[in-house]
């Protein structure tokens, strides 16, 4: 059997800084940076190690910062 990869991808300029992500990601993967998108928030990152792709983030956050992809 195959292997299905799957990514999270992040639309950062959608981030307004809620945290629903962060503070609901069970496996910690989902963190600020230091950088600001063009309306003044900071936007996140997924650590791909850690992300097991359960689909949290995409369900938790109310701007579609997350898109599931395979």
Excluded: H, W
Aim: overall charge negative.
């Amino acid at each position: 059997k195959g292997v299905l990869l799957v990514k999270v991808k992040v639309r950062s300029i959608r981030c307004k800084q809620c945290e629903l992500c962060v503070v609901n990601c069970p496996k910690e993967a989902i963190s600020f940076t230091e950088e600001f998108n063009e309306f003044g928030y900071r936007t996140v990152v997924v650590d791909e190690e850690k992300c097991i792709a359960c689909g949290i983030c995409y369900t938790m956050c109310p701007d579609g910062v997350y898109e599931i992809t395979d």
